[in-house]
């Protein structure tokens, strides 16, 4: 597996892991998005470091600050370097597969919070 797919992969974990913390503090605790600045502050770092790995794998010379782009602004940035550095075809497929795997863990997200929304109902 090349390492920008397992950074890609962390990306996805990391939003179950928050979705496991912050569901099982919204239902039991009353506290709501306990993970927020800190996920944040993580996908921030995967983006950055998905970006230049995926560069380095592809062989893009002039990276620049794409990779900071994206940690920042990932809806922005993300597409920047797709369109960028991979032109229209290529970039599209790329994002294509970012929205995939956006959706993928929004899916999942969505899944653990109604899982716990059903399991402290029923208490």
């Known amino acids: ?8 992969l ?12 912050d569901s099982y503090f919204l ?3 009353n506290m709501v998005d306990v993970t927020y600045f800190l996920h944040i502050a993580i996908i ?7 970006c230049r790995a995926h560069a380095k794998e592809n ?3 002039d990276a620049g600050g794409k990779p900071l782009f994206c940690a920042l602004l990932g809806g922005v940035g993300v597409p920047y370097y797709a369109y960028k550095c991979y032109g229209f075809k290529r970039g599209s497929i790329l ?3 970012a929205f995939a795997a956006l959706l993928l863990a929004l899916v999942l997200v969505t899944g653990i ?10 208490r």
Request: charged letters at 15%.
């Open 27 to 29: 239902y039991s605790r």
């Open 1 to 8: 597996m090349k390492s920008s797919h397992k950074i890609a």
């Open 113 to 122: 919070d109604i899982l716990f929304e059903m399991s402290y109902a029923a």
């Open 44 to 50: 921030g770092v995967l983006l950055f470091m998905w």
């Open 10 to 21: 962390a990306l996805i974990i990391s939003f179950l892991v928050s979705a496991v913390i």
């Open 59 to 61: 062989n893009i010379k």
């Open 95 to 97: 994002l294509g597969k």
